[in-house]
């Protein structure tokens, strides 16, 4: 089976929903990248340069715990890091927002009734 290859973020988004699907993959994903900016942030206020890419780590590390523990799934930053990156911080927008629930179903409302050709 060939593995889909998505052509815009819009595209990749209800995939990236559909992936993060369980509330603590979320809740993970905003820890690890929560952690990743203030790493980032203290790496700047220091002017560490050479340590700000080992602010990825708490956010990815948390993040693909989280795939494997929780959804059983392989991490969309594989395949789509850029979109996967972008995805992310969209998430957690929606999460700070209150609306990433709401997303979630909406995206899968949509699947099923794809699913069911409706």
């Given at each position: ?14 995939y ?45 590390g ?15 930053t ?11 911080y ?12 709401e ?9 099923r ?6």
């Amino acid at each position: 089976m060939t593995e889909r290859r998505f052509q815009s973020f819009e595209e990749f988004w209800p995939y990236y929903v559909a992936e993060h699907s369980q509330a603590r993959t979320r809740a993970m994903h905003a820890i690890g990248t929560t952690a990743a900016l203030a790493c980032a942030a203290a790496c700047i206020s220091s002017r560490k340069w050479k340590l700000l890419p080992l602010a990825l780590i708490p956010g990815y590390g948390a993040a693909w715990l989280s795939h494997a523990l929780i959804e059983k799934n392989k991490p969309a930053t594989f395949d789509y890091p850029l979109w996967s990156f972008l995805a992310d911080y969209k998430m957690v927008g929606l999460m700070l927002a209150g609306k990433m629930d709401e997303e979630v179903v909406r995206i899968m409302r949509e699947a099923r009734h794809r699913e069911l050709g409706e």
